[in-house]
């Protein structure tokens, strides 16, 4: 009798590692098609994952879906409902998982506010982030977010502001005119590189 338990005890765990191996595959298939912009096959991959680690309680691999699933959404130029995967994503990262995730959905919520021109929303959402950067000594997210702030005070609705500030960890704050900023594209993130590395990369 003990060894019929033990053995389903551990057939039970095989058959875990099997799924959530198979969770990853699922992710990994999934941003090669949002990358070759497949987004009819990236979504059924990502919702796939999204479904089995749901039923899991895989917090990392069901932040990545959904964020993913969002990105896909951002891509399609439906912001409104990749608003609303980003802020399930949100709840995640804030309940499950650490603040470099947290940071990383919060970059991306702040892009849509952008998007819909929704400016003071974009700059709040995107000042969280580049604090929590700040706070967590993450020089690439420092850098990243910083750069998207700087692009906010450049659009048309936000002239009246002369000049920012951008404290870097060990440094005096270094005061940036606005007529040195050079315009770039906001960065989008997502991952890859959330499964391989630091869990975040952008878009260009």
Not at 7 to 23: A, E, M, P, V
Not at 30 to 52: C, P, W
Not at 150 to 164: E, G, Q, S, V
Request: net charge positive.
């Amino acid at each position: 009798m003990k060894f019929l338990l033990s053995f389903l005890i551990l057939l039970s765990g095989l058959q875990n590692d099997t799924s959530k191996k198979r969770c990853d595959e699922l992710i990994s298939k999934g941003i090669d098609a949002l990358y070759q912009k497949n987004h009819t096959k990236s979504l059924e991959l990502f919702t796939e994952a999204r479904s089995l680690s749901e039923q899991n309680d895989w917090y990392l691999q069901q932040f990545i879906a959904t964020n993913c699933i969002g990105l896909n959404y951002y891509q399609m130029l439906d912001y409104s409902e990749a608003l609303d995967y980003y802020l399930e994503a949100y709840t995640i990262a804030l309940k499950h998982l650490n603040k470099d995730r947290e940071m990383t959905v919060l970059n991306n919520i702040a892009l849509v506010y952008l998007r819909q021109g929704k400016y003071k929303e974009s700059e709040k959402h995107q000042k969280r982030a580049y604090d929590l950067a700040i706070s967590n000594k993450d020089t690439i997210g420092i850098a990243l977010y910083a750069g998207n702030l700087a692009d906010l005070t450049i659009r048309p609705k936000n002239w009246t502001k002369p000049l920012i500030i951008f404290p870097l960890p060990g440094r005096s704050q270094k005061w940036i005119s606005r007529e040195r900023l050079t315009l770039r594209k906001p960065k989008m993130q997502w991952s890859e590189k959330t499964i391989k590395r630091h869990s975040r990369f952008s878009i260009p």
